[in-house]
């Protein structure tokens, strides 16, 4: 309650008033003048939603439909692109957005949510009362209605013949749960030398780096990666072993339509590598718009400022680990990442046998 | 135009504040609000508020009721309730408790609030990312999917659960993602069951002891056989190689976040609620369970509730199953005096001070 309390209002000049306000007391909650109006604001927002939500549950009611909304959007379209950070996900990525109906959802790291947690921190409560424990059906049922509900919240234009194709290189490390919850899904697992990960991982995490430079300006937040080389090399082929593997497990699992595309061939002719991408995923696609996208993201249409060392677009050339990591480096590599090298790259399995 | 704005405000005490609003200037046309019209202002913002939060119960009630005619979901969200916390604050007993009641059903540490929670909290530079699956801009959307997750994870678990029972959520480990799960699901009820920090963390050193019942049964040896240990993101319970000052300042800090975290949401959660001490549960069980079941509206049958109490009392425990390095331990409040170095009692009470100092003022140091 206000101890003291003094308004004063007066003419100084026609029009013109001159205004003292002075208050001064003591109170229990709520200063006078300090609002409530972003929590209104909030409410009212949550109430349209609700409104919303009753809305699209009524007409679910009449047309006699069950479970949550997933939309239009048949999961069969969804196309999954796994792998791991820096193998040219962007890239395909980017390209696989330019046709008509075709639309890239870029990182949503839906995969990290449910893999963190399932191969991570969760992985000792996989009994019956773990939330992701127990059968994988009813377990794929969950994460299921998760995907296909946010993807449509996120993207309700997309339906019919239309393509979501979900970059997901960062949520890898989910890749199996996801799979196994959209069985008939389309898959794009996009595969790298390791070494030539690493060593663009070393380069944007160095001193100078477009990852370095983010956290030092601001733009990423939280924790900064390791400054000191041998580790940013440790973690990104442990980071590699774990991320390709998963993606590996997924797709040796998935029967829908998928395709194993290594970072090197759609390099090397990317127009018949993007051609047999869409033709092994069953995808209807104009073949003039595959040509235009390939055209407008091709390496030479980047502008020269953008690219380089340090740089997010860096080389874009295989092989080039042999001039950027030291022969310690690419030891650790290799040894960490053996059995996807192996398994990926025989020809090129280890620096001893020359590239 | 004002010429000089000042607002001053600062605590006195508890819930008292003074303030002092000095405001003066010259204009044209009329003269900016008085306080006087700002308190006014506010009392009309503040009913609007009340009444969009009727709205919003009266919307959340009608959305469950939708749900289950749909027959989409066996569990609908009215049928929850969550009991948040932190580990070891006697949630196995409470929850026990809970489940025997007529048509009550309890659900085990699924830690689907970790699944959420952790993940959220670990990726908070990505929030502001329009395509991030939990950004801030899509709140509502992935509430609305978080919601289905645990309607249809709770259903999936339990397809044959009574229309009006009532499922214990018994989830102390997943309390870091309590303030998205009560969100998400408003009409679910919340039990906050809060320990003194110092109990707790005493309880945790007993177990972090090589041959103790975590390390055997929950965490670390189990967690050894996985090839786990170590590993990033390892549970509470994993306190392989770990001293015991460092015991003492993780459980600690965990305290800090897991019951900071119940606490945020429930002061946020409109809906039924109940703040239960450990320590008032241990003193007069029935009375307490009576208040929980008051509070959150759910009928009992006192006979009943009597004997389930008494089959669950402290004296019922097989003696083999008490005692020092078992789950159940002491059952009793206070005893960190005898367990804790002055010294670890005094980084507890630093670490956890906010809420020790709100939930437990009178054992304040």
């Not at chain 1, 308004?7 to 300090?34: C, D, H, M, Q, S």
Request: without cysteine; neutral net charge.
């Amino acid at each position: 309650m206000p101890v003291y309390r003094q308004n004063v209002l007066f003419e100084v000049a026609r029009g013109i008033k001159a205004f003292l306000n002075f208050e001064a007391g003591l109170t229990r909650g709520l200063v006078p003048g300090e609002g409530d109006g972003p929590s209104l604001a909030e409410a009212r927002r949550r109430l349209e939603d609700k409104n919303r939500q009753i809305a699209q549950l009524e007409e679910k009611l009449r047309e006699g439909r069950s479970g949550a909304a997933v939309g239009d959007l048949k999961p069969e379209n969804v196309v999954w692109m796994f792998g791991t950070a820096r193998v040219g996900s962007t890239w395909l990525g980017s390209m696989m957005d330019e046709p008509t109906d075709h639309t890239m959802w870029h990182e949503p790291l839906v995969g990290a949510l449910f893999g963190g947690f399932y191969y991570g921190r969760g992985a000792h409560r996989g009994g019956k009362h773990g939330i992701l424990g127990g059968p994988d059906d009813k377990r794929s049922r969950a994460i299921r209605a998760f995907v296909l509900a946010s993807a449509h919240e996120k993207f309700p234009e997309v339906k019919g013949d239309g393509y979501l194709v979900v970059k997901e290189p960062n949520g890898s490390n989910g890749a199996p749960l996801l799979a196994q919850a959209l069985p008939e899904s389309r898959m794009i697992f996009l595969v790298r030398d390791p070494r030539d990960v690493v060593s663009s991982n070393l380069s944007g995490k160095s001193e100078g780096g477009w990852t370095a430079e983010a956290f030092k300006r601001g733009r990423r937040k939280g924790t900064p990666p390791p400054t000191d080389p041998q580790t940013i090399v440790r973690k990104g082929a442990k980071k590699y072993l774990e991320f390709v593997g998963r993606s590996k497990e997924a797709f040796d699992a998935h029967k829908g339509p998928k395709i194993l595309v290594r970072y090197e061939e759609l390099r090397a002719d990317t127009l018949a590598t993007m051609k047999r991408i869409y033709s092994e995923l069953g995808m209807k696609v104009d073949e003039d718009e595959v040509v235009r996208a390939v055209e407008k993201h091709s390496w030479d249409n980047i502008p020269e400022e953008k690219k380089g060392e340090g740089k997010f677009y860096r080389k874009a050339t295989p092989g080039g680990w042999n001039e950027d990591l030291t022969p310690d480096q690419v030891k650790m590599v290799e040894e960490i990442t053996a059995p996807l090298l192996e398994e990926f790259y025989p020809e090129k399995q280890t620096s001893q046998t020359g590239v | 135009m004002p010429l000089f704005k000042s607002r001053v405000a600062f605590q006195l005490a508890r819930n008292a504040r003074a303030f002092l609003y000095l405001d003066t200037g010259i204009v044209r046309g009329d003269a900016p609000p008085t306080l006087e019209v700002m308190e006014e202002t506010q009392a009309r913002l503040r009913e609007q508020i009340q009444e969009a939060r009727r709205a919003l119960a009266n919307r959340d009630h009608r959305i469950s009721g939708l749900e289950k005619e749909l027959g989409g979901y066996t569990v609908g969200a009215g049928n929850i309730a969550w009991i948040f916390g932190t580990v070891r604050t006697g949630s196995t007993w409470l929850a026990s408790m809970m489940r025997d009641g007529h048509n009550h059903a309890m659900w085990n540490e699924p830690r689907v609030g970790e699944l959420f929670g952790t993940f959220y909290e670990s990726t908070a530079h990505r929030r502001d990312n329009e395509n991030f699956v939990m950004g801030t801009h899509r709140k509502l959307v992935w509430l609305k999917s978080v919601r289905n997750f645990v309607l249809d994870s709770a259903s999936a678990r339990f397809p044959r659960f009574a229309r009006d029972g009532l499922l214990v959520i018994k989830e102390p480990s997943g309390s870091i993602g309590a303030p998205i799960l009560m969100e998400a699901l408003p009409e679910s009820a919340m039990v906050l069951l809060v320990r003194d920090p110092r109990d707790i963390v005493a309880s945790a050193l007993d177990a972090a002891r090589e041959g103790s019942w975590a390390y055997e049964l929950r965490g670390t040896r189990r967690r050894e056989k996985q090839g786990l240990v170590g590993t990033a993101g390892a549970p509470i319970d994993d306190f392989t190689g770990k001293s015991q000052d460092e015991v003492v300042r993780d459980q600690a800090s965990m305290y800090l976040r897991y019951v900071g975290n119940s606490r945020k949401a429930f002061d946020a959660h409109d809906g039924r609620k109940v703040l239960v001490r450990y320590e008032d549960l241990l003193a007069n069980s029935l009375g307490t369970m009576k208040r929980i079941y008051s509070e959150l509206e759910v009928e009992v049958d006192e006979e009943d509730l009597a004997r389930i109490v008494k089959e669950h009392s402290w004296e019922n425990i097989p003696e083999d199953e008490k005692g020092k390095g078992k789950f159940y331990r002491k059952g009793a409040s206070g005893a960190w005096r005898e367990d804790l170095t002055p010294d670890q009692a005094k980084v507890v009470e630093e670490i956890t001070a906010p809420l020790l100092r709100e939930l437990y003022p009178d054992e304040t140091a």
